[in-house]
């Protein structure tokens, strides 16, 4: 599992899917998986914090297929998503998936 696993196709998986594969890991002994789902909120709320407008913050963030290449640092913005709550329900997925690794 690494940055790219993450785009190619678990940016589509629901907490489901998220929950077979975290048992799956822990089966295998990975004690420490990626964990980067939800990261696109704190770059949102980090940006308008900063003074950039709703807009502004949404269009620097990248969407779900390529956020694993702006987290390194290879793009910013491309697709960006249509919505904030695009951006919180990540959020939540995410915690969501480190509440079930816990």
């Known amino acids: 599992m690494n940055y790219c696993t993450l785009d190619y196709s678990m940016c589509w998986w629901d907490f489901e899917?998220?929950?077979?594969?975290?048992?799956?890991?822990a089966m295998n002994g990975i004690n420490m998986p990626l964990a980067v789902i939800g990261t696109e909120a704190v770059w949102y709320e980090t940006l308008i914090e900063y003074g950039f407008s709703d807009?502004?913050?949404?269009?620097?963030?990248?969407?779900?297929?390529t956020w694993a290449w702006q987290l390194m640092t290879n793009i910013e913005g491309y697709l960006p998503p249509p919505n904030k709550e695009y951006v919180y329900h990540r959020a939540e997925l995410g915690k969501k998936i480190l509440n079930r690794c816990a």
Not at 17 to 25: H, L, N, P
Not at 55 to 65: F, K, N
């Open 17 to 25: 899917r998220w929950e077979k594969e975290i048992d799956f890991m």
């Open 55 to 65: 807009r502004e913050a949404l269009d620097w963030i990248s969407g779900p297929a």
